[in-house]
């Protein structure tokens, strides 16, 4: 273990390098110092002794200093979050490796680039008034703004910045908040769905009745006319749409009863299989699915998971009414610790449904599972906006998770996560 001593006075380092001359002298038998030439030769001796004893003590000042920038250097470059300093412009003069991978840009390209090429141009103006705002008030501010990631998807971050002592810089340190955001949404869209499943109930036992008394009179109509007629037919047609539409209220009751799945291990391949199957029956469009070999077994319900991949295919197909080909993707999956904000680390299987077609807009992307929420007309064959809010609520009844990722003209994926057990 390393001693710790105090920087040696003037005078100490004198009495400390006589007493190491007097100790080498000892043993070469020097009689001390009795005339003027052999003081002026000890006071000599002394004093490069005590050179050389300060230049010890430099170089061990020196090795700790070394020492300890390595360490912080270490702890700076290498931080969960990113750190910059930035002029009164916005032009970065200092920037960790944490930022650079961040922003996707080399360090040494970082380095006199303005920072406000990286922040999204809709987010500009907020950002320069937060950097105004830091250097004006020389108070902690933050702001939130989109990022533009080079060869990478645009992330969420929070900067917050001090003005440094000279006031002519300020320290920044960068954070990549989509995950938490994303998290925060979920939690809204769960407290949205808990308040509108009372309204569901409500809805779905009244449409229910009505349903029936339609029935009972379509049934009624039935037996007062030949069968064979155009009249038949229509009635027939009326009685199918009855029974269709009390898919309807079985999908809102079990939204707003809270549908609690009945888990068991299940084959998820012959699960989506079916769905894609049923989805795409009588359309042009292609389906590639891609299973992983050794798929885990998923701890899911399997008559309910059915209806959410049959939900996002009919989705992606409406998205691309022409012709086209949708991936669907089932693979195995490990999450580690603070790898999702909402889901505990563990095995699942994640599954993927994209589509070619138009889109989604940034500005619309985030209510996709507001309940009653739709970008269709209302109409024939057009939804209500329940459908992804149901798939929503199954994946969170099932302790999963369900993201989507769109882009226009490109087209959008839905990911979705569920426990697995391991074979």
Same mark, same amino acid.
């Given at each position: 273990m390393q001693e710790n001593h105090p920087p040696p006075t003037a005078a100490g380092l004198r009495r400390r390098a006589e007493q190491r001359l007097r100790e080498q002298q000892t043993g070469t038998g020097q009689a001390p110092p009795s005339n003027d030439p052999q003081r002026l030769v000890h006071e000599l001796q002394v004093h490069q002794m005590e050179l050389e004893m300060q230049n010890k003590e430099l170089r061990k000042a020196r090795d700790k200093l070394e020492a300890a920038l390595d360490k912080y250097t270490d702890l700076y470059d290498f931080a969960p979050v990113g750190y910059l300093t930035l002029d009164r412009e916005g032009a970065i003069r200092e920037a960790n490796l944490t930022s650079a991978s961040l922003l996707g840009i080399e360090r040494s390209r970082l380095v006199k680039r303005c920072f406000g090429l990286c922040v999204s141009a809709a987010d500009l103006p907020a950002f320069n008034a937060f950097l !105004?705002?830091?250097? !004006?008030?020389?108070?902690?501010?933050?702001?939130?703004?989109?990022?533009?990631?080079?060869g990478k998807p645009n992330f969420a971050a929070r900067i917050e910045a001090a003005v440094a002592a000279s006031g002519q810089e300020c320290r920044a340190v960068l954070q990549d908040i989509t995950e938490r955001k994303r998290a925060e949404e979920d939690r809204l869209t769960l407290n949205r769905?808990?308040?509108? @499943?009372?309204? !569901?109930?409500?809805?779905?036992?009244?449409?229910?009745?009505?349903?029936?008394?339609?029935?009972?009179?379509?049934?009624? &109509?039935?037996? /007062?006319?030949?069968?064979?007629?155009?009249?038949?037919?229509?009635?027939?047609?009326?009685?199918? !749409?009855? $029974?269709?539409? @009390?898919?309807?209220?079985?999908? /809102? $009751?079990?939204?707003?009863? #809270? #549908?609690?799945?009945?888990?068991?291990?299940?084959?998820?391949?012959?699960?989506?299989?079916?769905?894609?199957? /049923?989805?795409?029956? #009588?359309?042009?469009?292609?389906?590639?699915?891609?299973? &992983?070999?050794?798929?885990?077994?998923?701890?899911?319900? &399997?008559?309910?998971?059915?209806?959410?991949?049959?939900?996002?295919?009919?989705?992606?197909?409406r998205a691309m009414p022409e012709s086209g080909a949708i991936s669907v993707r089932a693979e195995n999956v490990v999450l580690g610790p603070q790898e999702s904000p909402v889901l505990p680390p563990g095995d699942y299987v994640r599954v993927s449904i994209a589509d070619r077609g138009s889109g989604i807009s940034k500005e619309l992307l985030p209510k996709i599972f507001d309940p009653y929420f739709s970008t269709k007309e209302r109409g024939s064959q057009k939804g209500m906006g329940l459908g992804l809010t149901i798939c929503h609520s199954i994946i969170q009844r099932h302790g999963g998770a369900i993201a989507v990722e769109s882009k226009l003209g490109v087209g959008t994926t839905f990911c979705i996560h569920l426990p697995a057990r391991r074979r």
């Open positions: !105004a705002r830091v250097f !004006a008030s020389k108070a902690r501010e933050f702001c939130e703004v989109t990022i533009l990631n080079e769905l808990e308040s509108t @499943g009372v309204l !569901a109930d409500g809805i779905a036992h009244d449409f229910n009745n009505l349903l029936m008394a339609i029935l009972l009179n379509v049934e009624l &109509a039935q037996t /007062l006319i030949p069968p064979g007629g155009i009249l038949a037919d229509v009635l027939e047609q009326a009685k199918q !749409a009855t $029974l269709e539409s @009390g898919g309807l209220t079985r999908q /809102l $009751l079990d939204f707003a009863s #809270g #549908g609690a799945p009945l888990r068991k291990p299940t084959r998820l391949s012959s699960v989506i299989q079916e769905s894609i199957r /049923l989805s795409l029956s #009588g359309s042009q469009l292609r389906c590639a699915f891609s299973p &992983a070999e050794n798929l885990w077994l998923a701890e899911v319900d &399997a008559g309910q998971i059915g209806q959410v991949v049959l939900n996002l295919m009919l989705n992606a197909r």
